[in-house]
């Protein structure tokens, strides 16, 4: 853990004065130390920090990638790590944030279908962070899955405690990292047992991100879909159809978005067809 600590304040050094090549070193440094030890809060630390330091180099693949990496590691973990507004937990990383800078990298190299799949991955981990603990199982197979699922990420978060715990000894630290290695397995395979038998729920507590030609094999020819994204400075809109897809991206900010619908709503509620018809176009 002192190794760990060491290595994310050497981090930090190399964030302070920009030094790109020393920084990279470091970051895979301490994602070496954070991935042997299930030290998950470093991980992520590790991934975004070479995000970072790759972006300033122009090296848009590998700042994708890492931060890929990261939002990755917050899907899978976050129903049990600490969210403590400390390095060491979760509360720190804004993961829609992450979602939709990734979201614009994935425009700026005009890749549609990426920018699509990760605004819907945004929708889909929102949901899940919401549903965490309150799914309720159609099945006996299921409910027991779900009950095994909770049973382990009260495990997980007891070991992850305990191996932040600057009181403990190697031997329990060692300890406590096969344990987490352990209970991280058996929670995926809970899980993976869930998909197979009920996928609709599988979709609600998991982070899936629909295919487009998925959805278009769906459709007939006389339907067609849109989806909708709202980031902080644009809004993202995809059409959907059985033989085509596109992508706009409008000049609308949240706020103004907020405000649009609150005035729609006003107007249907005022029963003010005109306004309410104008407002809709």
């Known amino acids: 853990l002192g190794g760990a600590d060491g290595s994310f304040f050497l981090n930090q050094v190399y964030l302070l004065n920009k030094n790109r090549s020393e920084g990279i070193k ?26 970072h330091h790759y972006q300033g ?23 049990w790590l600490s969210c403590d507004a400390d390095f060491r937990g979760i509360g ?12 614009n990298l994935h425009t700026g190299k005009s ?25 309720v199982g159609k099945t006996p197979a299921v ?6 699922m909770h049973f382990y990420r009260q495990r997980l978060a007891r070991h992850y405690k305990n191996l932040l715990s600057t009181f403990s000894g190697s031997a329990l630290f060692k300890d406590t990292v096969g344990k987490i290695n352990e209970d991280r397995r058996a929670y995926v395979e809970w899980l993976a047992g869930i998909k197979v038998q009920d996928k609709a729920l599988y979709s609600l507590i998991s982070v899936v991100s629909p295919e487009v030609d998925d959805i278009k094999r769906l459709l007939d020819t006389n339907t067609t879909l849109f989806a909708y994204y709202v980031g902080e400075q644009y809004l993202y809109v995809w059409v959907i159809s059985k033989n085509g897809f596109h992508q706009e991206r409008i000049n609308m900010s949240r706020n103004d978005v907020d405000r649009l619908i609150n005035d729609y709503l006003s107007a249907i509620m005022s029963r003010d067809k005109n306004h309410t018809d104008a407002l809709a176009e």
């Open 57 to 79: 180099i122009g090296d848009t693949d590998r700042t994708m990638n890492a931060m890929n990496k990261a939002l990755t590691l917050i899907e899978d973990n976050s129903a």
């Open 111 to 135: 890749d549609e279908r990426g920018a699509f799949r990760t605004a819907e991955r945004s929708k889909a981990a929102m949901l899940a962070d919401r549903l965490s603990g309150n799914a």
């Open 92 to 103: 720190l990383f804004q993961h829609q944030a992450i979602y939709e800078a990734l979201l």
């Open 26 to 51: 470091a970051g895979q440094a301490l994602a070496e130390i954070a991935d042997r030890y299930q030290l998950v809060s470093y991980s992520i630390w590790a991934n975004m920090i070479l995000g």
């Open 143 to 148: 409910l027991e899955g779900l009950k095994q």
